[in-house]
């Protein structure tokens, strides 16, 4: 059932930026706005045609966008990405737009669920209900998807099954299952659960094996990383390593073309986070010969910064690394958000391959879509 297309608030548009996500945090006026957090594809999705689908693309123009919301305000927003081709990776703004929500309701999911390769909206509220915002490129048109039992969270949307649709993704952590339920558009076509772990969560979902099927990251109190690597069958478990124990995962990608994942930590007691990759070697028959799993660099964060977004946002087909910070010291009273991004996260493990800039502000008591680690 159709509901309708969503009425942009045009005038607010100029208000931009800030994620939703995890714990409650407390604001410096005392204020207490709660987070609702989410997991989102990590990386672009390579397709039989050599084309691909980037995360949180909006428009479907191949370029990853920044999703927004204002709890405070019931708001959520985009800022388009545009194309730049230069030589130099650049970060350029395209069109912004606001749009009133539902009150009562939070994004619990970012994800293609229709095929078209633009990014859909998934809402929910804390009666478990569910509502789809599907893009057709600037606006979103609304229909109802159902409710969801109690215990079960809602944890993204991502393709497992490979059929170019997302899949809304659960967690059941009273009963160590993960779910899924296969999608198209606002359909439920099937629901599945499967045993998980006692003791351990989902940090990062993507395609890290460059397949149609969805991939999960999985980590516990004992640092270390599973990974279930997703196929037509199932999903396969493998162990990866174990990371900092003063740290936690915020985020995995592809490793460039060489078979590998990175997996990146950020340090608790101190502003930095690591890069650590999981590299597969093969033999000569072209079998899985050995694999590492080490830290490979660590890069330094200012104080509050976290990871707000992961996508292709300058064109060149990696997973860029957005940090964003509620309250840069540096930026104007009006727009104390800042964000920074680091480039180059795919390239080889022998060469530099990173490099990091400021590339917007953005106004106080808005946040970016997804995880605020």
């Not at 208000?15 to 989102?40: M, R, W, Y």
């Not at 772990?197 to 969805?214: D, E, K, S």
């Not at 910070?325 to 493990?349: E, H, R």
Request: glycine share 10%; charged share 15%; hydrophobic share 40%.
């Amino acid at each position: 059932m159709k509901i309708g297309k969503l009425v942009c608030a045009a005038a607010m548009a100029a208000c931009f930026s800030v994620p939703a996500v995890a714990q409650e945090s407390v604001d410096d006026a005392g204020l207490t706005v709660t987070e609702h957090p989410f997991l989102q594809e990590a990386n672009e999705v390579f397709h039989a045609d050599y084309s691909y689908t980037a995360p949180n693309d909006v428009d479907g123009d191949g370029l990853s966008d920044l999703l927004w919301a204002n709890a405070d305000r019931g708001l959520v927003g985009y800022w388009l990405s545009t194309w730049d081709y230069s030589s130099t990776p650049t970060y350029v703004r395209g069109p912004t737009k606001v749009f009133h929500v539902k009150p009562g309701y939070h994004v619990g999911a970012v994800g293609d669920l229709n095929g078209d390769r633009k990014a859909d909206l998934v809402f929910t509220n804390a009666h478990r209900d569910l509502e789809l915002w599907t893009s057709n490129g600037t606006t979103f048109d609304v229909s109802h998807i159902g409710h969801y039992p109690e215990d079960w969270r809602l944890l993204g949307a991502g393709d497992v099954d490979g059929d170019n649709n997302a899949d809304l993704l659960w967690w059941n952590e009273k009963k160590c299952l993960f779910g899924y339920w296969r999608m198209q558009g606002a359909a439920v076509v099937e629901k599945q659960t499967v045993k998980a772990p006692c003791g351990y969560h989902v940090a990062a979902i993507g395609h890290f094996m460059q397949t149609f099927n969805l991939d999960l990251i999985w980590t516990s109190d004992a640092h270390d990383v599973l990974l279930w690597a997703g196929s037509p069958t199932g999903f396969t478990s493998t162990f990866l390593g174990n990371y900092d124990p003063q740290g936690h995962i915020v985020g995995a990608a592809i490793a460039g073309d060489f078979g590998g994942i990175n997996v990146y930590v950020k340090n608790d007691t101190q502003p930095q986070f690591t890069q650590y990759e999981w590299i597969r070697y093969y033999d000569n028959q072209g079998n899985v010969g050995q694999t590492t799993f080490n830290a490979v660099r660590s890069l330094p964060l200012n104080p509050g910064d976290y990871l707000g977004a992961t996508g292709n946002f300058d064109g060149y087909d990696e997973a860029v690394l957005v940090w964003a910070n509620d309250k840069a010291a540096t930026a104007p009273p009006s727009t104390p958000g800042q964000l920074t991004w680091y480039v180059n996260t795919v390239t080889w493990p022998s060469q530099v391959g990173w490099q990091s800039a400021t590339i917007a502000n953005y106004r106080s008591g808005w946040r970016l879509l997804g995880s605020r680690h």
